[in-house]
């Protein structure tokens, strides 16, 4: 079994994928909660960002670029919001580090 983003990264696992290079993969969320819902993740398997370390600064850079990417080439410029959960009470749910890309409708501010 193991890591779930991981098998999507080395593709065991099945995702709409919009975007990829040498650090990042980027797809579809399975349960979109705006019209458009991407999830960019780092390939390397990382639990989240607080478990990040200044070694992982290349990868967390081509993280929030490929996130840039991906709302450039799906015309988001109108507006997105990048979310990273944190641990169960910030509501993350998968245990490898991802960049929500979210938009299509507006967006509240605070955000619940
Ligand atoms: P979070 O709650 O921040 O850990 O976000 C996890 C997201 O992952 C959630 O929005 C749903 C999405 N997700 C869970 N399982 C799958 C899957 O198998 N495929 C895809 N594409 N997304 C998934």
């Not at 458009?36 to 960002?49: A, C, E």
């Not at 979210?102 to 509240?108: K, V």
């Amino acid at each position: 079994m193991g890591c779930l983003f991981c098998n999507i990264v080395s593709k065991k696992i099945p995702s709409a994928i919009v975007l990829e290079n040498d650090h990042a993969l980027a797809f579809r969320d399975i349960n979109p909660v705006a019209p458009t819902h991407v999830l960019v993740v780092p390939k390397k398997h990382m639990t989240g960002i607080h478990d990040a370390t200044p070694e992982d600064g290349e990868v967390l850079g081509a993280v929030l670029l490929a996130a840039r990417q991906v709302a450039h080439d799906l015309g988001l410029e109108a507006g997105y919001r990048l979310v990273v959960n944190n641990g169960a009470e910030a509501g993350q749910s998968v245990f490898h580090l991802h960049v929500h890309v979210i938009a299509g409708r507006p967006l509240a501010w605070p955000p619940g």
